[in-house]
C-alpha cells in the first residue's frame, strides 16, 4: 500500500471517531517494511499539529470537504505537515502527495491538492502572520483543552505541558528486578551500542536516546525489560507491597503495573487483575507469560462486583482509572481530535463510580492507590475530594516525592521534553 495513502486512511478514520493506536496495527502490516517509519512519522506528526494545519486548510479552502472526503482532507494534512515540519523536499512532498490521489480513487481531487499546497508555499509568510494570535494555530490544541490547562495550573506550567504534549515521547524501560538489576542492564546496553541513561524517579527506568525495535534490545525476549513509561512505574513502590498480601489491579490493560507489582513482590498471596474488554486482556496474558509471571485475570466491568468478585478482600488495589488521558497526548495525539469537553464529567463520574465500587472490596487497614494519566483537576483531585466527603473511613496517606508536585489530596506528574508522561496519584488508606 502506497505510504500516503494508507497514511490518508488513517488520518480519515480518525476524523471519523477512531482511535490511533487501533487503526496502526491494521495499516502498519500494509505499508512496504522499508517505509513503516516514515507511515508512523506522517500519522503522529500530522495528528499533533492538526489543531494547527486545520486552520492553515480553512484559509486555503474555499469550503470544507465533506466526511466522505476525509481521505482527501487527511493526504491534504498531511502533505502540510511534511512542509511545515520535516525534512522532506517540498517538491518531493508536493509531488508525493498529489500522486496518492490517483491511488485514493479520487482523480477529482488532484488539482485541489496540487493547488493547497502550492498555494502554502506561495502564502506561507503572510498565513502565518494572520494565524500568529490565535492560540490554536501557535500551540496545536484545541481551545477547550487550552483554557482548562490555563485555569487549572497557570501560564508556566501550562506551557510546559503544550510544549511536552508537541514533542515525540522517549522510549522508557522498566528492568525486570526478579531477572536483572538496573545497572547490570545499563551494561548489557552498553555492550550492544544502544546509547542509554538511569530515569531520575524510577529506580527500574531507564530511558533509550533513541526508539527501537524491542526485538533489538538484549534479552527482551527472556524477560529482563518491558516498556513502560516512568511515571507510571511509580505504581508498584507507591502500594507498599509486603509479602502475603492479596492485591487487585482494576482496569489492568495492557498490564505493565500487573507485571510491575509481581516483579517487585514475589511473594503475595494473589493477584487478581480485570479489564473490561476481552481483547485488551490478550496483551496483559502476553505481557505476563513474556516476563513468566503468573495473575488472576477476569474480563468484567470492575464496578460490577457480582460479575467478578468473590468477596475476599484485598489488602492494596491500584485503579488506573480510565480518564482524559491528557497526560499521554505526545504519546496518543489523536486525543487532541476525539476528545471533547463534556467527555471530561462523564469521565469524572465514572472514576468516582469506580471508587465507590472497589472501595468495598479493601480490606481494613488496607490501601487504594487512584492514578490517571490525566493533568487535569476535574479527574484527579476533586474526584478524590467528592469521595473523601462521602466515605468517612477513607483517610489520604501522603506521598512522600521528588517528583511532580504536591496537590491537596496527592501528587501530580506533568510530562516533561524527554522526561516522563503526566500522570496523577492519590494514596487512600481505609480505617478500621
Given at each position: 500500500m502506497n505510504t500516503r495513502v494508507a497514511v490518508a486512511e488513517v488520518i480519515a478514520q480518525v476524523l471519523r471517531g477512531k482511535s490511533l493506536s487501533a487503526l496502526l496495527p491494521e495499516y502498519a502490516p500494509k505499508v512496504a517494511e522499508k517505509d513503516v517509519g516514515l507511515f508512523k512519522e506522517l500519522c503522529f506528526g500530522t495528528l499533533?499539529?492538526?489543531?494547527?494545519?486545520?486552520?492553515?486548510?480553512?484559509?486555503?479552502?474555499?469550503?470544507?470537504?465533506?466526511?466522505?472526503?476525509?481521505?482527501?482532507?487527511?493526504?491534504?494534512?498531511?502533505?502540510?505537515?511534511?512542509?511545515?515540519?520535516?525534512?522532506?523536499?517540498?517538491?518531493?512532498?508536493?509531488?508525493?502527495?498529489?500522486?496518492?490521489?490517483?491511488k485514493l480513487n479520487r482523480p477529482w481531487a488532484k488539482?485541489?491538492?496540487?493547488?493547497?499546497?502550492?498555494?502554502?508555499?506561495?502564502?506561507?509568510?503572510?498565513?502565518?502572520?494572520?494565524?500568529?494570535?490565535?492560540?490554536?494555530?501557535?500551540?496545536?490544541?484545541?481551545?477547550?483543552l487550552l483554557d482548562l490547562l490555563f485555569n487549572g495550573w497557570g501560564s508556566a506550567i501550562a506551557l510546559e505541558i503544550i510544549a511536552a504534549n508537541n514533542q515525540r515521547a522517549p522510549m522508557v524501560l522498566r528492568v525486570n528486578q526478579q531477572q536483572i538489576s538496573r545497572d547490570g542492564y545499563l551494561e548489557q546496553l552498553k555492550a550492544a551500542d544502544i546509547p542509554a541513561q538511569a530515569t531520575k524517579h524510577s529506580a527500574q527506568g531507564i530511558v533509550l536516546d533513541a526508539p527501537m525495535d524491542v526485538t533489538a534490545l538484549p534479552d527482551f525476549d527472556k524477560g529482563f525489560a518491558s516498556v513502560q513509561d516512568e511515571a507510571a512505574q511509580l505504581a508498584a513502590s507507591l502500594l507498599n507491597l509486603k509479602s502475603g498480601q492479596s492485591v487487585l489491579d482494576a482496569c489492568c490493560a495492557p498490564g505493565g503495573k500487573t507485571c510491575h507489582?509481581?516483579?517487585?513482590?514475589?511473594?503475595?498471596?494473589?493477584?487478581?487483575?480485570?479489564?473490561?474488554?476481552?481483547?485488551?486482556?490478550?496483551?496483559?496474558?502476553?505481557?505476563?507469560?513474556?516476563?513468566?509471571?503468573?495473575?488472576?485475570?477476569?474480563?468484567?466491568?470492575?464496578?460490577?462486583?457480582?460479575?467478578?468478585?468473590?468477596?475476599?478482600?484485598?489488602?492494596?488495589?491500584?485503579?488506573?482509572?480510565?480518564?482524559?488521558?491528557?497526560?499521554?497526548?505526545?504519546?496518543?495525539?489523536?486525543?487532541?481530535?476525539?476528545?471533547?469537553?463534556?467527555?471530561?464529567?462523564?469521565?469524572?463520574?465514572?472514576?468516582?463510580?469506580?471508587?465507590?465500587?472497589?472501595?468495598?472490596?479493601?480490606?481494613?487497614?488496607?490501601?487504594?492507590?487512584?492514578?490517571?494519566?490525566?493533568?487535569?483537576?476535574?479527574?484527579n483531585d476533586q474526584v478524590i475530594e467528592k469521595f473523601l466527603a462521602e466515605t468517612p473511613e477513607a483517610s489520604v496517606h501522603e506521598i512522600d516525592g521528588s517528583w511532580g508536585i504536591k496537590t491537596d489530596y496527592g501528587r501530580q506528574l506533568f510530562p516533561t521534553i524527554n522526561g516522563n508522561d503526566g500522570f496523577y496519584y492519590s494514596r487512600l488508606g481505609k480505617k478500621a
Amino acid at each position: 500500500m502506497n505510504t500516503r495513502v494508507a497514511v490518508a486512511e488513517v488520518i480519515a478514520q480518525v476524523l471519523r471517531g477512531k482511535s490511533l493506536s487501533a487503526l496502526l496495527p491494521e495499516y502498519a502490516p500494509k505499508v512496504a517494511e522499508k517505509d513503516v517509519g516514515l507511515f508512523k512519522e506522517l500519522c503522529f506528526g500530522t495528528l499533533r499539529w492538526y489543531p494547527a494545519i486545520e486552520l492553515l486548510l480553512k484559509e486555503l479552502m474555499q469550503k470544507p470537504l465533506r466526511e466522505k472526503e476525509f481521505e482527501i482532507q487527511g493526504l491534504l494534512a498531511s502533505g502540510l505537515y511534511q512542509l511545515i515540519h520535516t525534512r522532506i523536499a517540498d517538491h518531493a512532498a508536493i509531488n508525493e502527495t498529489v500522486a496518492a490521489v490517483a491511488k485514493l480513487n479520487r482523480p477529482w481531487a488532484k488539482g485541489l491538492v496540487n493547488a493547497v499546497l502550492r498555494n502554502f508555499l506561495r502564502q506561507r509568510e503572510a498565513l502565518d502572520k494572520k494565524l500568529s494570535k490565535n492560540p490554536i494555530y501557535t500551540r496545536a490544541h484545541p481551545q477547550w483543552l487550552l483554557d482548562l490547562l490555563f485555569n487549572g495550573w497557570g501560564s508556566a506550567i501550562a506551557l510546559e505541558i503544550i510544549a511536552a504534549n508537541n514533542q515525540r515521547a522517549p522510549m522508557v524501560l522498566r528492568v525486570n528486578q526478579q531477572q536483572i538489576s538496573r545497572d547490570g542492564y545499563l551494561e548489557q546496553l552498553k555492550a550492544a551500542d544502544i546509547p542509554a541513561q538511569a530515569t531520575k524517579h524510577s529506580a527500574q527506568g531507564i530511558v533509550l536516546d533513541a526508539p527501537m525495535d524491542v526485538t533489538a534490545l538484549p534479552d527482551f525476549d527472556k524477560g529482563f525489560a518491558s516498556v513502560q513509561d516512568e511515571a507510571a512505574q511509580l505504581a508498584a513502590s507507591l502500594l507498599n507491597l509486603k509479602s502475603g498480601q492479596s492485591v487487585l489491579d482494576a482496569c489492568c490493560a495492557p498490564g505493565g503495573k500487573t507485571c510491575h507489582i509481581l516483579e517487585t513482590q514475589s511473594d503475595l498471596s494473589r493477584v487478581v487483575a480485570v479489564e473490561l474488554e476481552s481483547r485488551r486482556i490478550q496483551r496483559v496474558e502476553e505481557n505476563l507469560a513474556r516476563l513468566g509471571l503468573q495473575a488472576e485475570l477476569k474480563v468484567a466491568d470492575a464496578c460490577e462486583l457480582e460479575s467478578w468478585w468473590d468477596n475476599q478482600g484485598f489488602d492494596r488495589i491500584l485503579l488506573d482509572a480510565p480518564c482524559s488521558a491528557t497526560g499521554v497526548i505526545r504519546r496518543h495525539p489523536d486525543i487532541k481530535l476525539l476528545r471533547k469537553p463534556t467527555d471530561i464529567v462523564k469521565l469524572a463520574e465514572i472514576q468516582l463510580q469506580l471508587l465507590r465500587s472497589l472501595w468495598q472490596t479493601l480490606n481494613d487497614g488496607g490501601i487504594l492507590l487512584y492514578a490517571t494519566c490525566s493533568v487535569l483537576g476535574e479527574e484527579n483531585d476533586q474526584v478524590i475530594e467528592k469521595f473523601l466527603a462521602e466515605t468517612p473511613e477513607a483517610s489520604v496517606h501522603e506521598i512522600d516525592g521528588s517528583w511532580g508536585i504536591k496537590t491537596d489530596y496527592g501528587r501530580q506528574l506533568f510530562p516533561t521534553i524527554n522526561g516522563n508522561d503526566g500522570f496523577y496519584y492519590s494514596r487512600l488508606g481505609k480505617k478500621a
